[in-house]
């Protein structure tokens, strides 16, 4: 008789245990990829809107004329991993004797997400959500080109003047990361 009431214990133990095991497993293939995957969007849905805040702000500095005005820019934490801030320059345009160049602002992730901010406007993974009616200029003396790995990513940007060049309007800016 004991050693049935101990088996029935094993057996009951062993039950629930497996209950427990089979819960935990269709949990895991079922719903968690559901969860991360809505995490990834709303992370990828806040750093889109950083950037098009970030638009935005050279928008409101270019449109109020007041050179020497400085904003900063807080990219939110990122969960996506190895991410990666950078500004890199485009072709060369030349006004009054200075050389100026195009540059473009890229957040990228590994296969996850490309942001870019250039002359276009507003790219996500090539494609352009907020157009730009100018294109953003920097003075390599003042600005470098530059990449940057750490949290939180913060984007120091100064407004510095305007000027047309073949028909199409720059906006010069000095940027730095901070």
Known sequence: MKQDFALSEITGFLLIFAMITLIAAVFSAAVLPGILEEQERIQSEEI???????KEGMDALSV?????????????????????????YGKPVVSNGITYREFTISYE?????????????LKKNTENILPSSYSYVVNPRNTAEQMEHTEPFRIDYTWQGSFVNAGRRYQIFSVRFT
């Not at 109020?64 to 890199?88: K, W």
């Open 64 to 88: 109020s004329d007041e050179p020497g005005l400085t904003r900063r820019q807080i990219l939110s934490p990122q969960i996506f991993g190895d991410a990666c801030l950078s500004l890199s």
């Open 109 to 121: 992730t590994k296969g996850q997400l490309l942001l870019t901010l250039d002359g276009c406007g």
């Open 48 to 54: 889109l809107l950083d950037f098009a805040a970030l």
